[in-house]
């Protein structure tokens, strides 16, 4: 499905941080019209169908569990930031804007899918599978438990196919790949740089400088903002989170059975596959070609002990013939796991892979079919499951519960405690950015709600706003004190130190400055003792052992001898002085190849599938309720 080909495309490199930009779960058809008194919160409307508020919190949502699934408790750092949130939560406005776009341009274009198609892919979905075979039971309460209904999923999916009909062959042929783009770009990529560098030690440049009283003043009149009290708060507020109800849930056997029974998909042990391989290192010469001739002897009848004997750059090759042992999906690189589950017979080989670290020839030695282990033997990983899945369904129906009561009693928070059964909690005094207060108290969220003038002003309830993690919060502000300028003298040593600082910064950028002045004129260069010369330095663009900024300012130069740049490293200032430019030898080059190739690939999908949607919104009438989306970001806590 376009989905699924989608997330195996945020598996490479580059576009690995922008997987969740670019994937949603469900196309959106027939999105109907419904009538809301005095006020229109639909958000946009694409012709004649609109995007509900409820929808678009929904799809947000989803897309924030999707994230915690996948990357795991340190995403909660990108929800703490509001600017973070209010950026996605309006990429999926936009996305939903461009599935409704194109679903409309699908249908003018008089594509349809008939119902033979939709209960094809029905049955071929592994999740409606039991034993290998489509279970309707399964299927019916796998739909129950999204809140749908089988004609409702049908119909999505028959939305969710026709696209793809339209999509899938534009995308094939707008990421064809040519050889002379893959080989210019790997070039690049693969070329070296040779510096002199010049970098001054600031430590030891300090301990020459000193600044007068009156110095300490101007930079103290001049950076009045460094030397500011921030404002503060104290309030009161109700926290509700998904971890804190696990211990409402009301665990039995019957209700255990019952999950596993529903949800053996997510319980399924998955094929796993016994491989061996021969193996051609791309640092070796003609590896591709060499991998080719052994290729063609195992076809030839040879064994692949023998080939790989002859072949394989594995050092204990002959020790255990080149076993991987037992992989299931995803334990290998992208283009060798497709290339393993692709092999029919146990006994088979693959055709010549080639990756970032060789070429590869991969014989399948055996397969353990998937199963689903019986609930007595994983009863503890169902219970935990369980638990999460009842804990968030209960949290869900008490925030639902606390913003209704909270906005109906708006003077104190007495009633939503009551309604939730939550206490109310004293924050203490909050300093605006202050970072090592206890969670959700040291959060952009909660300090951005907390000192918003409305709030702060008005004595009454706030939103109740989500912390991205599977937790809500609501809270009144019961004081608040402005931000003051401190005086000189409560800062003095904060003000010597910086103004010390800025001083020795000046100073270095000015040594820098005559260093590259006299490298311009040709002119013998004396250096300091606090400025430390390096000659002949070779760096690489992915080079770890420099500040990645410094590679970067590095690249930036012009081919030409002697043109430098002045920056940092590792907060030290240097001067890069450009020497050579070398390209890559051949083996360099090759594997270089392979991984631009398979970026190139994915970067032209991603592009051709924006032009795609950037096509249907030409095409379409959207109208945005700016009213109706700043009202729903404030009650999400989103807005500025």
Request: hydrophobic share 35%.
């Amino acid at each position: 499905m376009l989905t699924d080909k989608l997330r195996d495309g945020a598996h490479g490199k580059v576009f690995k941080i922008l997987f969740w930009i670019i994937i949603l779960s469900f196309i959106f058809a027939g999105v109907g019209n419904y009538l809301i008194p005095k006020l229109n919160t639909d958000p946009v409307k694409i012709g004649k169908y609109s995007i509900k508020s409820e929808q678009w919190n929904a799809q947000y949502q989803d897309q924030v569990r999707m994230m915690q699934n996948q990357y795991g408790p340190q995403v909660n750092k990108f929800f703490e930031n509001p600017e973070n949130v209010k950026a996605m939560r309006m990429q999926v406005l936009e996305r939903m804007i461009d599935n409704v776009a194109l679903n409309s341009v699908t249908y003018e274009q008089g594509i349809r899918v008939g119902d033979e198609q939709v209960k094809d892919a029905i049955r071929k979905e592994r999740a409606f599978q039991k034993d290998g075979k489509f279970n309707n039971d399964l299927f019916l309460a796998k739909v129950r438990n999204m809140g749908s209904s089988p004609d409702y999923f049908a119909e999505q999916l028959r939305t969710q196919l026709a696209q793809e009909t339209l999509v899938n062959p534009i995308l094939l042929s707008g990421s064809s790949v040519y050889p002379h783009e893959v080989e210019l770009l790997a070039k690049l990529f693969a070329q070296t740089r040779v510096i002199d560098t010049y970098t001054v030690d600031t430590n030891k440049l300090a301990k020459t400088v000193s600044v007068t009283d009156e110095e300490v003043k101007k930079f103290y009149d001049g950076n009045k903002n460094l030397f500011k009290k921030p404002a503060s708060v104290k309030f009161t507020y109700i926290l509700l989170t998904v971890n804190d109800l696990k211990k409402e849930v009301e665990v039995t056997d019957e209700k255990l059975e019952e999950y596993y029974n529903l949800n053996q998909t997510d319980f399924t042990v998955p094929q796993k596959r016994e491989c061996s391989q021969i193996l051609i290192k791309a640092s070796t010469d003609n590896y591709a070609q060499k991998a080719k001739e052994a290729l063609a002897e195992l076809k030839s009848g040879k064994s692949f002990e023998a080939v790989g004997s002859k072949y394989s750059d594995d050092k204990d090759f002959e020790k255990d013939h080149g076993s991987l042992g037992l992989l299931e999906k995803g334990s290998l690189s992208s283009q060798l796991d497709i290339a393993l589950f692709a092999i029919n017979k146990v006994g088979e080989v693959s055709d010549v892979v080639i990756d970032d670290s060789g070429a590869h020839i991969l014989k399948l030695d055996g397969i353990t079919e998937s199963f689903v282990p019986k609930l007595a033997d994983i009863k503890d990983e169902v219970k935990a499951k369980f638990v999460d899945a009842k804990a968030l369904e209960l949290y869900n129906e008490k925030t639902a519960k606390l913003t209704d009561v909270s906005y109906e009693n708006p003077d104190s928070l007495e009633a939503a405690s009551k309604s939730v059964d939550s206490p109310i909690l004293e924050s203490g005094v909050v300093s605006l950015g202050d970072k090592s207060l206890k969670w959700p108290l040291s959060t952009d969220d909660v300090q951005k709600l907390a000192f918003n003038e409305e709030n702060r002003s008005s004595n009454v309830n706030s939103a109740v706003i989500s912390l991205g993690n599977e937790a809500c919060i609501v809270l009144n502000v019961n004081d608040y004190k402005d931000e003051t300028l401190l005086k000189l003298d409560e800062v003095k040593d904060k003000a010597t130190g910086l103004a010390l600082n800025h001083k020795v910064s000046e100073k270095a950028q000015a040594i820098l400055a005559e260093i590259k002045k006299s490298v311009a004129e040709g002119k013998d260069v004396e250096v300091a003792e606090d400025v430390t010369k390096a000659s002949d330095v070779t760096i690489s663009r992915d080079d770890q052992a420099l500040d990645p900024y410094f590679v970067l300012e590095v690249y930036s130069i012009p081919n030409k001898v002697d043109d430098s740049v002045t920056t940092n490293n590792k907060g030290q200032p240097v001067l890069a002085v450009l020497k050579s430019v070398n390209d890559a030898d051949k083996a360099e080059l090759d594997k270089y190849t392979a991984l631009i190739r398979t970026q190139l690939v994915q970067f032209k999908q991603n592009k051709t599938n924006s032009m795609i949607y950037l096509g249907a919104r030409d095409i379409s009438d959207i109208e945005y309720n700016e009213d109706g989306i700043k009202l729903v970001n404030q009650q999400n806590n989103n807005a500025e």
